[in-house]
């Protein structure tokens, strides 16, 4: 009696350790911490349907789905890459990058990522009435640019001289399409503040995006051994525990939660004990 009682125990502890967890904490090999979230509810509501995990990591904007390569926490960055964007050995058909307001405010693109516009024509605005957009990007210009990368040498090659280009920041292409630009092609190139003397085919090209974290008070969440979400309806803040009890600010006492396992409610431990006790009065009564 005391072993079906043992193995009865044991079984219905570990259904309780195999309730899932109501976030996945990862797509691929990238980690998925807050304020990011993959299901919906899941992170912080600012950060609603930005991601989406297939076969790999992908950033959601109205211009397309955008491969991310790696998120930081600690700097709070994401690196993004555009399969669609030319880079130095590549040349790509028109493409605009395009994101919503709200990602323009939350997750706009690093001070250290510089997009470079190609092949304008002399009666581009920035190369007119906006020419204070283009900037000096660490001494490099458009000669080098189209001297050094064999995808951008057939600009040189169709004008017999060098068209015009413009370093320039996401604000640029945030506020004026390419064709307004009247530039055929762009590229951008990420950590740009150490790119002093190195040529076009050491950069870097992606795209870095720099987000900020909502102060919403979700440590104490966390510290319960709950993850951080929201309610998919008012958007206010929720403290996920299980699959199916959730709390506003923090999981109930009581919870034992262990690196690695799943997080049970404590009401399931009352359950387990409960249990026991029925069969301990059981067994004396026989």
Known sequence: MQMQLLLMLTLFTLQLQAIPTPCKTSCGNIPINYPFGLEDGCGAP??????NCSTDLFFQTPSGAYKVESIDYGKKTMTIYDPSMSTCSILQPHH???MTDIQSAIIPPSQDTVFVLLNCSIDSPVLNHYKYLCFNFAGHTCDELYGACNAFRVFHLLTNSSPPCCFTSYGTVKFMSMNILDCTHYTSV??????????????????????????????????????????TDTEGLLCLCSSFANSTRACAAGNMISKGQKNVPWTHYLLVLLVVAYFHTRVRLL
């Open 96 to 98: 605009d990058f395009q």
């Open 46 to 51: 600012q950060f609603r349907h930005m991601l």
């Open 190 to 231: 990420l950590n740009t503040d150490n790119l002093k003397g190195v040529g076009p085919l050491d950069w870097v090209y992606g795209i870095k995006l720099s987000f900020s974290v909502p102060d919403t008070g979700c440590e104490s969440c966390k510290r319960s051994g709950g993850t951080c979400g929201f309610d």
